[in-house]
């Protein structure tokens, strides 16, 4: 054989595997609806079958493939009896058919192993057992008619190795398409739109150098109509006056005549930029018609797998399907292949009951397993998998949580049902007793929450204790393109994805307020969590001077609402994302980076891993409590006390004074909020859980952003080693509580940092 006869032979046997699955997919297709639903004619319900088992072994044979012919051949012999009425399938006959699929499979997948022998003997037992009883009955001559019916519809003949390789439906003709090309395809169409946003850029510079000619000309205008004054006013210098007059007129119609040119081309290449969107439209338009694939690539699959895994435990469930000719990105349908696995797998094996169970709680016997799949918005598929299961046993949830050093006994208690259903999402938390092949690892919901991250999707749940569990999953249609709003920490940029967005919101100072430690907006009878964004990114911006100018961005994500503090917003804009790579996807809170048309990239933010940050950083959010400072313009303290009342006098003291204060609870409060807020002095007490005082001034002298804020410690430890213990951590002054004196406190503030302004 040579070489262009082994490329041929390669291109033939690939194109096989892919027919091959097509066929077995319409094989399990066909036999689940009859197998689950009786009252369909088996006689007329397995044309389809028949014909797929048919077709496939007509393609073993031109390939070669003997195996796979002889099981197909056999079993298209059963099919055979099923279409004439001599046979009716039972449970048993059923099986036996799902048993000859796997075979099937395992020999497309290359596995020598597998001996098709047993089989095709239980297959013949089927088809002889059937003629025994037509014996009595003489066999029907077929009419002409019958044998033409009887023939496949398709040659058994070589397979065309063309890339068109289904039949017609209606006037769309299906073809494959390699996903290397596609893929190539798409960043082109990327690309494209790139350039495009550099030419905006490109457009926008002319236009400032065309604004900035016509003010030259206008200008020299002005110096034309003084010199005509001058000429009047000074005859005996006509002569000079004249020639400057000549070069001004000259230089304006000079820069009359760029003006004119500059006009044109920036006409111009607005109308190449129009026609250019216009064609990067049609073009990502027509990639997308491409990429896009229906749901039921996956959903085709699941009815066999809940048919397997519920019979290997015992249980009788029902799967309904709606939705699965919604398309999505192909890149997104196999990103979310073993997440939407995983959430089905988890509904019969811990949500569906045993019939039993079922029975004694007044349920069906029949557990019931729905997928819907919607369009959510424009851009935005909404899958819905909901079982009528048991529910999720939020008590036993907070439990592993707790168990597993997630959760505070004392804050299990405050949370809400909706939160503690998210707490499934957390790595570790599971309430499967068992670990077994299909769940109880308690690692599959964090991953599964993960993968949607990575494709811009989300997932929520909705559980009802008996009643059952509802997993909410949101996907976008493609990833092609991103709509971002543009927004400023610093000098630094930032998109954020715009379909995370509520709204934005510039607030009065009376709306910022601190409750139990957390700075929070009160917007609309609401109060809502809020923190600087370079803060949970661990950016060191600098000192701010536009605090005036910040605004919060409302963010909503995962049954979460919360605020980010920003420098300024720059706008919405439609960007190009691009995949950080393998070297840089594990980076925490970047999902991927945009490319402006100024050739800057830019990082787009991961929503969830922010919401994650500021859920664990719960104190950070008092970071925003420096607007009202700042803008106050008085000198800042921070008053660090456990005990409310003495927080409360030194507080009250301190503002008397006119100074601007803030609290904190202990030590460890103190120093989280110390490395974002602008703070002049610190009083501490020094006995406090968590945190003591000795400890908070030593961090404060080793941390460089905030070493030079002077700390007066206040305390009931007046011993020598206390005193000398306080001195050596680096406080600057050292009060005792026994002693206090108000004025004298006053006096060492002023002696630091001065007086109240």
């Not at 192909?330 to 797998?345: A, T």
């Not at 529910?391 to 949580?401: M, P, Q």
């Not at 664990?616 to 000198?635: F, W």
Request: aromatic share 4%; with cysteine; glycine share 8%.
């Amino acid at each position: 054989m040579d070489i262009q006869d082994e490329e041929f032979l390669t291109r033939l046997l690939a194109t096989f595997g892919e027919e091959a699955a097509d066929h077995i997919q319409s094989i399990i297709s066909g036999i689940l609806v009859l197998e689950q639903d009786p009252s369909l004619s088996q006689q007329t319900g397995i044309e389809p079958v028949y014909r797929a088992t048919h077709s496939l072994k007509g393609a073993a044979r031109a390939v070669g493939l003997k195996d796979i012919e002889g099981v197909c051949q056999h079993l298209e012999s059963v099919f055979s009896s099923v279409r004439k009425g001599e046979l009716t399938l039972n449970q048993e006959g059923f099986d036996l058919v799902h048993e000859v699929v796997l075979t099937l499979e395992s020999l497309l997948a290359g596995n020598k192993q597998v001996k098709t022998a047993p089989l095709i003997q239980k297959l013949k037992k089927i088809v002889l057992s059937t003629q025994s009883a037509l014996k009595s009955e003489l066999p029907k001559p077929a009419s002409h008619k019958q044998n033409v019916q009887d023939e496949p519809s398709q040659p058994d003949g070589p397979v065309d190795s063309a890339v068109i390789i289904k039949q017609e439906t209606g006037s769309t003709t299906k073809i494959r398409i390699s996903e290397e090309r596609l893929t190539s395809l798409y960043e082109t169409a990327d690309d494209l739109l790139s350039y495009r946003m550099s030419a905006e850029t490109h457009i926008s510079e002319l236009k400032s150098i065309s604004q900035v000619l016509q003010a030259w000309r206008w200008n020299l205008n002005r110096a034309l109509g003084d010199i005509a004054n001058l000429k009047r006013q000074f005859q005996d210098n006509n002569d000079l006056l004249e020639k400057i007059s000549v070069f001004i007129d000259n230089s304006r119609d000079s820069i009359g005549g760029c003006e004119t040119r500059l006009d044109f081309l920036i006409q111009s290449m607005i109308q190449d930029q129009n026609e250019m969107g216009l064609a990067i439209t049609q073009l990502i338009e027509s990639i997308r018609d491409v990429v896009l694939v229906p749901f039921s690539l996956l959903t085709d699959t699941y009815p066999r797998m809940v048919r397997d895994i519920a019979r290997e435990q015992g249980k009788k469930i029902s799967l309904q399907i709606t939705g699965s000719e919604i398309e999505v990105d192909r890149r997104i349908l196999e990103n979310i292949r073993d997440p939407l696995i995983h959430l089905i797998r988890n509904g019969v094996d811990h949500g569906i009951e045993t019939e039993d169970t079922r029975l004694l709680s007044g349920k069906p016997a029949e557990g019931r397993l729905s997928i819907d799949i919607t369009h959510n918005r424009t851009n935005q598929v909404l899958i819905t998998i909901s079982d009528d299961g048991r529910g999720i046993d939020l008590h036993e949830v907070t439990t592993a949580a707790i168990g597993k050093g997630l959760l505070h006994e004392n804050d299990a208690r405050e949370l809400t049902d909706e939160e503690k259903n998210r707490l499934i999402f957390q790595s570790g938390i599971t309430t499967s007793r068992n670990i077994t092949e299909v769940s109880g690892r308690g690692l599959g919901l964090a991953i599964v929450q993960e993968k949607l991250n990575q494709v811009g999707g989300a997932i929520d749940v909705i559980s009802v204790p008996g009643k059952g569990t509802k997993f909410l999953l949101t996907v976008p249609v493609t990833l092609a393109t991103f709509r971002g709003i543009l927004v400023y920490v610093g000098n630094q940029q930032f998109f954020l994805p715009l379909s995370e967005i509520e709204r934005v919101v510039v607030p009065d100072l009376s709306q910022i307020s601190t409750i139990e430690g957390r700075t929070v907006l009160c917007l609309e009878n609401e109060t809502i969590p809020i923190a600087l964004l370079g803060d949970l990114l661990g950016l060191s911006t600098g000192p701010d001077d536009s605090v005036q100018s910040r605004t919060i961005v409302l963010v909503k994500t995962s049954g979460r609402r919360f605020g980010l503090v920003v420098n300024r917003i720059g706008g919405v804009q439609e960007i190009v994302v691009r995949d950080l790579g393998p070297q840089l996807e594990d980076i925490r809170f970047v999902s991927g980076v945009a490319i402006l048309g100024n050739a800057i990239i830019v990082p787009v933010l991961q929503i969830d891993d922010i919401a994650e940050e500021m859920q664990d950083r719960a104190h950070v959010g008092a970071a925003v409590q420096d607007m009202p400072s700042t803008l106050s313009g008085k000198r800042k303290i921070m008053v660090v006390e456990d005990s409310i009342t003495s927080r409360m006098l030194l507080k009250n003291i301190l503002e008397g004074a006119g100074f601007e204060v803030t609290t904190a609870v202990d030590g460890l409060d103190a120093f989280t909020k110390l490395k974002v807020l602008p703070i002049d002095l610190v009083v501490s007490d020094v006995d406090m859980p968590r945190m003591n005082g000795f400890i908070l001034t030593e961090k404060i002298r080793s941390e460089k952003k905030i070493s030079d804020i002077p700390v007066i410690l206040v305390t009931s430890l007046d011993s020598k080693e206390d005193r000398e213990h306080g001195i050596t951590v680096g406080a600057d002054a050292y009060i005792v509580k026994s002693g206090f004196d108000q004025g004298n406190l006053l006096e060492v503030i002023s002696r630091l940092i001065g007086a109240a302004r």
